[in-house]
T-cell receptor, first 112, second 114 residues
């Protein structure tokens, strides 16, 4: 079955610097890759997603890149701010699966 | 629109008991899925329902079951509770399902098994 590996498990960066989180998936049929952010004590919320027919997608300070050949995708956050501190989950799925396979999560801490 | 509502917010049970968790999706959403969240394992898929039909099931023992009603509300049941069932149980809703669109998560039910 599908497996998603996420690295690093924890990441600490200075405010204003960039943060990168990487995920690798196993099922070549996967074609939808969302990223969810979960603040402490809150519910996960979608922040950005990408489909397999696109190599990169940006939304303000957040971008996601996808390398289908290598089966990995990454989340890039630029100009980090304290409110970016949270746990980030990548996920993968394919048409008809009706489920998301999540990575193990990355706890991102932004240091002032 | 009201968000996804899960009840109860917290539950404390003892080993061997059973528990029922409830999830009310966003109005108009027909897909409801359930995930177990633990510190070590992240979010693990339990099952997904669409229009009262289970479309997919994760790798959990038969003690974990669910159902969906005609109004799209869903329940999950765990029988013969074990210590390892302690976790945050999240439900998520969407119009069509996870492979097509954004999932809206509830706040979860924190289950503690003593």
């Amino acid at each position: 079955g599908e497996n998603v590996e996420q690295h690093p498990s924890t990441l600490s960066v200075q405010e204003g610097d960039s943060a990168v989180i990487k995920c690798t998936y196993s099922d070549s049929a996967s074609n939808y890759f969302p990223w969810y952010k979960q603040e402490l004590g809150k519910r996960p919320q979608l922040i950005i997603d990408i489909r397999s027919n696109v190599g990169e997608k940006k939304d303000q300070r957040i971008a996601v890149t996808l390398n289908k050949t290598a089966k990995h995708f990454s989340l890039h956050i630029t100009e980090t701010q304290p409110e970016d501190s949270a746990v980030y989950f990548c996920a993968a799925t394919y048409e008809g699966a009706q489920k998301l396979v999540f990575g193990q999560g990355t706890r991102l801490t932004i240091n002032p | 629109k009201a968000g996804v509502t899960q009840t109860p917010r917290y539950l404390i049970k003892t080993r061997g008991q059973q528990v029922t968790l409830s999830c009310s999706p966003i109005s108009g959403h027909r897909s409801v899925s359930w995930y177990q969240q633990t510190p070590g394992q992240g979010l693990q898929f339990l099952f997904e329902y669409f229009s009262e039909t289970q479309r997919n099931k994760g790798n959990f023992p038969g003690r974990f079951s669910g159902r969906q009603f005609s109004n799209s509300r869903s329940e999950m049941n765990v029988s013969t509770l074990e210590l390892g069932d302690s976790a945050l149980y999240l439900c998520a809703s969407s119009s069509l399902g996870a492979t097509n669109e954004k999932l809206f998560f509830g706040s979860g039910t924190q289950l503690s098994v003593l």
